[in-house]
């Protein structure tokens, strides 16, 4: 083990600012890593490590993507496994929806194969109601990771079925906008389930006065895409409850806005602000997706939001991060004007002025909503975040000691993986799509930015233990912790990541009860 010298030297290899330091902290610099790019994570066909290290990893990250990944396709089982999560659950309960899940997503994957003639047994069927589950047992059962390695030998003929070449599940391919591919949504229960619950959704926003605790409890479990814009702003406290107000706020929002505009944007030169502004003009070319924020429109929007947010809130400034903040508002409000899945190449030319302007007012006001409550996050030395990841350490020690007592011994420290993602609530490690339907449960949530985010982080951690303890180098560990292999992910993972958090937090005795079915 290095020395406490060794370790300052780590922090002394580049000029970069140490987070929490007296200057602003520009972290969160790099993509996440995309396995599409790189092909040497992925192979048509399982082969023998050739070399003791590194070909090692790579069998191990085939294997873990083989045995569990394909098992996350969209499918209609992520409901049962999220209302299960509302209970505590116990290691039998546990393995015994997972066998089911398993079995029913093998069934589907038989009959979608176009070489193979399913038979009668094949066709997949309706998934069943959660079993009635005990309260009294508040024992913490194994990470999602761990599961399905650690299955008993009698359901291994379950899991037969998707052993397969080395492959992306389907749920890579789904676009941006948060629509899985139509090959995904070939089951007609799917179908029947989205439909019901964008009805529900629906109902509940056509009365007068939208109950907001219903709303809630709805959309912990994520919200369909055509009533997503209008549940996010009633959801973050920018749009009433009553009907009939709402036109009046809009309007009186939006215009208050621009005031803003007209009031503060010329300064944007000036000696006092020309450095936040240079900031953000460097910044937003890293942002992602690329296609879309660079466009000349989009930029500027994001550009005139980000000034007049930094101008209103001297206490913290603009601070690298809070960028990332706002293209989840903007993608979900611009897709209410744009006919293409795929935001990403959409061209926002082609949206009307009025209604571009009307996007930009609304993506200030509900990420100015988020930001009022983690604040702190991004203020002097930013002493929410430093907070936030001694209490992500802490909690991990208690999840899974082993995980935290090997990031321990190998020296690596929580400030160097973890900082990142409190700073980005996690934009930077998982795909535009699946932050989308992370901030679905946030909203849902009380506190869900500032609070249930830690849960979210914690089970995010775990959930890649079998890898982390494989780690046996400093270097190789953080590596990975920094580039966790998230580019094919949809949906389904952040459901099952979503329903861990949950039963984390219900462990510690501090959830109450927002799901609903």
Same mark, same amino acid.
């Given at each position: 083990?290095?020395?406490?010298?060794?370790?300052?030297?780590?922090?002394?290899?580049?000029?970069?600012?140490?987070?929490?330091?007296?200057?602003?902290?520009?972290? @969160?610099?790099?993509?996440?890593?995309?396995?599409?790019?790189?092909?040497?994570?992925?192979?048509?066909? =399982?082969?023998?490590?050739?070399?003791?290290?590194?070909?090692?990893?790579?069998?191990?990250?085939?294997?873990?993507?083989?045995?569990?990944?394909?098992?996350?396709?969209?499918?209609?089982?992520?409901?049962?496994?999220?209302?299960?999560?509302?209970?505590?659950?116990?290691?039998?309960?546990?393995?015994?929806?997972?066998?089911?899940?398993?079995?029913?997503?093998?069934?589907?994957?038989?009959?979608?194969?176009?070489?193979?003639?399913?038979?009668?047994?094949?066709? =997949?069927? =309706?998934?069943?109601?959660?079993? %009635?589950?005990?309260?009294?047992?508040?024992?913490?059962?194994?990470?999602?990771?761990?599961?399905?390695? @650690?299955?008993?030998?009698?359901?291994?003929?379950?899991?037969?079925?998707?052993?397969?070449?080395?492959?992306?599940?389907?749920?890579?391919?789904?676009?941006?906008?948060?629509?899985?591919?139509?090959?995904?949504?070939?089951? %007609?229960? *799917?179908?029947?389930?989205?439909?019901?619950?964008?009805?529900?959704?629906?109902?509940?926003? @056509?009365?007068?006065?939208?109950?907001?605790?219903? +709303?809630?409890?709805? %959309?912990?479990?994520?919200?369909?895409?055509?009533? #997503?814009?209008?549940?996010?702003?009633?959801? %973050?406290?920018?749009?009433?409850?009553?009907?009939?107000?709402?036109?009046?706020?809009?309007?009186?929002?939006?215009?208050?806005?621009?005031?803003?505009?007209?009031?503060?944007?010329?300064?944007?030169?000036?000696?006092?602000?020309?450095?936040?502004?240079?900031?953000?003009?460097?910044?937003?070319?890293?942002?992602?997706?690329?296609?879309?924020? *660079?466009?000349?429109?989009?930029?500027?929007?994001?550009? #005139?939001?980000?000034?007049?947010?930094?101008?209103?809130? =001297?206490?913290?400034?603009?601070?690298?991060?809070?960028?990332?903040?706002?293209?989840?508002?903007?993608?979900?409000?611009?897709?209410?004007?744009?006919?293409?899945?795929?935001?990403?190449?959409?061209?926002?030319?082609?949206?009307?002025?009025? @209604?571009?302007?009307?996007?930009?007012?609304?993506?200030?006001?509900?990420?100015?909503?988020?930001?009022?409550?983690?604040?702190?996050?991004?203020?002097?030395?930013?002493?929410?975040?430093?907070?936030?990841?001694?209490?992500?350490?802490?909690?991990?020690?208690?999840?899974?000691?082993?995980?935290? #007592?090997? +990031?321990?011994?190998?020296?690596?420290?929580?400030?160097?993986?973890?900082?990142?993602?409190?700073?980005?609530?996690?934009?930077?490690?998982?795909?535009?799509?699946?932050?989308?339907? *992370?901030?679905?449960?946030?909203?849902?949530?009380?506190?869900?930015?500032?609070?249930?985010?830690?849960?979210?982080?914690?089970?995010?951690?775990?959930?890649?233990?079998?890898?982390?303890?494989?780690?046996?180098?400093?270097?190789?560990? *953080?590596?990975? +912790?920094?580039?966790?292999?998230?580019?094919?992910?949809?949906?389904?993972?952040?459901?099952?990541?979503?329903?861990?958090?949950?039963?984390?937090?219900?462990?510690?005795?501090?959830?109450?009860?927002?799901?609903?079915?």
């Amino acid at each position: 083990m290095a020395s406490d010298g060794a370790r300052k030297q780590f922090w002394k290899r580049s000029n970069s600012k140490v987070p929490g330091s007296i200057q602003h902290v520009y972290g @969160a610099q790099h993509p996440p890593f995309d396995p599409l790019l790189h092909g040497t994570l992925l192979k048509a066909t =399982p082969k023998a490590p050739s070399t003791p290290v590194k070909a090692k990893r790579v069998s191990t990250f085939q294997e873990f993507e083989s045995n569990t990944s394909d098992a996350w396709d969209a499918g209609e089982d992520d409901d049962e496994l999220l209302a299960m999560a509302a209970e505590s659950l116990n290691t039998a309960v546990v393995m015994e929806a997972a066998n089911r899940v398993l079995r029913n997503h093998s069934q589907r994957q038989g009959s979608q194969q176009p070489l193979a003639a399913p038979g009668p047994e094949q066709q =997949p069927k =309706p998934s069943a109601e959660p079993p %009635s589950v005990p309260s009294g047992d508040l024992r913490l059962v194994k990470s999602v990771s761990e599961s399905h390695t @650690a299955s008993p030998a009698g359901s291994a003929s379950d899991a037969a079925p998707l052993q397969r070449s080395q492959s992306l599940p389907h749920s890579a391919t789904v676009v941006l906008g948060g629509a899985p591919e139509p090959s995904t949504l070939s089951s %007609s229960a *799917l179908s029947e389930r989205e439909a019901s619950r964008l009805d529900k959704f629906k109902q509940l926003l @056509a009365g007068p006065n939208t109950d907001l605790e219903e +709303l809630r409890k709805l %959309s912990w479990s994520g919200i369909p895409k055509p009533v #997503r814009a209008i549940t996010w702003k009633l959801l %973050s406290g920018y749009l009433p409850a009553n009907v009939d107000r709402r036109p009046a706020t809009l309007q009186r929002k939006q215009k208050e806005y621009f005031a803003f505009i007209d009031h503060y944007y010329d300064s944007r030169n000036d000696a006092a602000h020309q450095d936040t502004y240079r900031q953000i003009r460097i910044d937003l070319p890293r942002m992602s997706p690329e296609a879309l924020i *660079l466009q000349p429109k989009v930029t500027e929007i994001f550009e #005139r939001i980000l000034f007049i947010w930094a101008i209103r809130h =001297p206490a913290s400034g603009y601070v690298q991060g809070i960028n990332d903040l706002v293209t989840p508002f903007f993608v979900v409000f611009i897709c209410e004007h744009i006919d293409d899945e795929d935001v990403d190449t959409a061209d926002v030319s082609r949206v009307p002025a009025d @209604a571009l302007r009307n996007v930009e007012a609304d993506t200030y006001w509900c990420m100015s909503r988020l930001l009022d409550g983690i604040q702190d996050n991004y203020t002097f030395a930013q002493p929410g975040i430093q907070m936030k990841v001694k209490m992500l350490e802490e909690l991990v020690s208690r999840i899974d000691e082993q995980v935290h #007592r090997h +990031l321990d011994q190998h020296e690596v420290r929580y400030l160097q993986f973890a900082f990142r993602w409190m700073n980005n609530l996690l934009m930077r490690e998982v795909p535009l799509r699946c932050t989308i339907r *992370l901030w679905d449960t946030y909203q849902s949530e009380p506190e869900g930015f500032a609070h249930f985010h830690l849960y979210v982080c914690a089970a995010f951690l775990v959930r890649w233990r079998k890898e982390i303890l494989e780690e046996r180098d400093f270097q190789e560990l *953080l590596l990975f +912790l920094q580039n966790l292999p998230t580019a094919h992910w949809g949906d389904e993972d952040v459901s099952l990541l979503l329903a861990e958090a949950y039963r984390l937090k219900f462990a510690f005795a501090d959830a109450p009860n927002h799901y609903k079915k």
